[in-house]
């Protein structure tokens, strides 16, 4: 099957779907890839709405380009090609939410880390094989992934090489469900659903909080949560609770 788009996407009021597309590469992430990825951010940072992310044909992504990969030299990873794609979609206003089924490596992993949220299937596998390429995982694992599943279990992972399969990965907090493959979707968007109906600005603020360092806590959540205090939204959801409450 030839490829045609890279990345589908659907768009929704409150959600957009991006579903890598490439099948005669399992979807590996290439600069066309990337550069739909950055187009797709562009869109969400001037009207955020929640993402999922997924991959067609059983796969979320079988990693980088290799024959692209291969041909890149020093100035070309200074570039940080996929770093600063994956940067951009982790940095998005509103939650991302990763639908991971089948194979996720290397890049495909990075990406999927990315995101704020990230569910799977028992035929999911995942992780990040650079080393055994002669490369070390450069589009965020390394710090991405301790932040996720802790510093002991990053370091097993990105200096073995090993592919986690759906139980471990949900074991280790990498995966936060699992689901069969034809229930993914509907499981993906069940999430947005319930991040959804809460209040935009304060998801926002949520996930703001949560990507801080360490040293900007606690002045971070006083300063977000001032400015939530003044909104009429908060009054009205509080009344709302209190009158179903009183009902």
């Not at 979609?89 to 990763?98: N, T």
């Not at 569910?119 to 992780?127: L, V």
């Amino acid at each position: 099957m030839a490829d045609g788009i890279p990345v589908r996407v659907e768009r929704h009021p409150d959600r957009v779907v991006a579903t890598l597309d490439r099948p005669s590469t399992r979807n590996a992430i290439d600069l066309a890839a990337v550069d739909a990825l950055h187009a797709l951010c562009v869109e969400l940072e001037q009207e955020p709405r929640i993402l999922i992310l997924t991959g067609a044909g059983g796969v979320f992504a079988s990693g980088a380009d290799i024959a692209q990969l291969r041909e890149r030299r020093a100035d070309d990873a200074r570039q940080g090609i996929n770093t600063h794609a994956f940067e951009r979609i982790a940095a998005l206003p509103m939650p991302v939410i990763a639908a991971v089924d089948g194979w996720a490596l290397g890049g495909g992993a990075e990406l999927a880390f990315a995101a704020d949220l990230r569910i799977g299937t028992p035929r999911t596998r995942i992780g990040n094989p650079e080393t055994g390429l002669g490369i070390i995982a450069a589009a965020g694992a390394t710090w991405r992934l301790p932040r996720i599943v802790g510093d002991a279990r990053a370091a097993e992972l990105l200096l073995t090489g090993r592919i986690l399969d759906a139980g471990e990965a949900l074991a280790w907090g990498l995966l936060s469900s699992l689901h069969e493959p034809d229930e993914l979707m509907d499981a993906a968007h069940a999430l947005a659903d319930r991040i959804a109906a809460n209040d935009p600005l304060a998801t926002r603020h949520t996930k703001t909080a949560l990507r801080a360092p360490a040293h900007a806590h606690p002045a971070i959540e006083l300063e977000l949560q001032a400015e939530l205090f003044e909104r009429p939204e908060k009054v009205e959801r509080m009344t709302r609770f209190l009158e179903r409450r009183r009902a």
